[in-house]
């Protein structure tokens, strides 16, 4: 890939932009050859001016920076220079999670780890807040990496902002109200419904899908899925209620996975 862009021709010396990868709402993503750590690696740039893109900008690579899990995506360096930000990350190469086989093992071990990372990311105080299947990417050796933290936001914050992607946010995150962990966990069950029936449980315009998570049950998942496990159907249901006071609690979960 030639680096046509102005920002990326000013880039430092010691990165080689490779190829796109990938644009956002405020960043554009390349991968890049880093020559000082002799490796490829994601590069995000800032590609908004602003004070609000280079907040939020800033916020997601201070989440993330000290939080170390396998599965969640690594970052490594952040750059101003001459009013461009960009940071550098871990390149992935993968495919997103409702690609996975549909064997029992395989999704049981891609959805184990999927949890094990929201848990760590919840642990440490943080929300997704954009949790879908493109976010969700799982390796050739079967790692699952959570990634695009574009929306992070802390706990103790109960965010009202309208952000996130309609088919797989929470009823209460696409009302403006507050929330918590459990409208991460909501997206988690969305995901899991999708990979095991191949559609998410609300289709449709963005509008008229916002509209019916406030007011239509989801689908029970065995109307879509009649073989799916008894445990992951009540899983997913509960995952998918209206009331986040009904969904299950994380270790619930991780239970319904075991063996």
Do not use: C
């Given at each position: 890939?030639?680096a ?7 880039l430092?010396?010691?990165?080689e ?12 993503v ?5 020559r ?16 609000a ?8 690579f ?9 599965n969640?995506?690594?970052?490594y360096?952040?750059?101003?220079d001459e ?9 992935i190469?993968?495919?997103p ?19 094990s ?7 440490a105080?943080?929300l ?9 990417m799982?390796e ?12 992070i936001a802390d706990?103790a914050?109960?965010?009202t ?18 929330i918590?962990?459990?409208?991460d966990?909501?997206?988690f069950g ?17 509008l ?5 998570k ?8 065995l109307?879509?899925a ?17 009331d ?9 979960v ?6």
């Open positions: 890939m030639k046509a862009e102005p920002a990326l021709d000013a430092p010396e010691r990165f932009v490779e190829a796109l990868l990938g644009a956002g709402s405020y960043g554009t390349y991968r890049v050859f880093d000082e750590r002799r490796a490829r690696v994601a590069l995000k740039l800032l590609h908004r001016s602003g004070a893109p280079l907040l939020r900008f800033k916020r997601e201070r989440a993330l920076a000290d939080l170390r899990h396998e969640l995506l690594s970052l360096e952040l750059f101003a009013a461009r930000w960009f940071f550098t990350m871990e390149l190469d993968g495919v999670i409702t690609e996975v086989p549909r064997d029992r093992g395989s999704l049981q071990r891609a959805f184990t780890q999927l949890a990372g929201l848990e760590a990311l919840h642990g105080g943080q997704h807040r954009d949790l879908k299947p493109s976010n969700v799982v050739r050796g079967g790692r699952v990496v959570v990634l695009d933290f574009g929306f706990t914050d109960a965010s902002d309208l952000v996130g992607t309609p088919a797989h946010a929470s009823p209460e995150q696409l009302a403006g109200a507050p918590d962990p459990r409208s966990w909501y997206a969305s995901i899991l419904f999708e990979t095991l029936t191949g559609a998410a449980p609300f289709e449709g315009r963005a008229e899908v916002m509209a019916r406030q007011r239509e049950p989801a689908p029970r998942l109307e879509r009649p073989d799916a496990p008894p445990r992951w159907a009540k899983l997913v249901d509960g995952l998918l209620s209206r986040p006071s009904e969904r299950p609690r994380p270790s619930d991780l239970a319904a996975f075991e063996s």
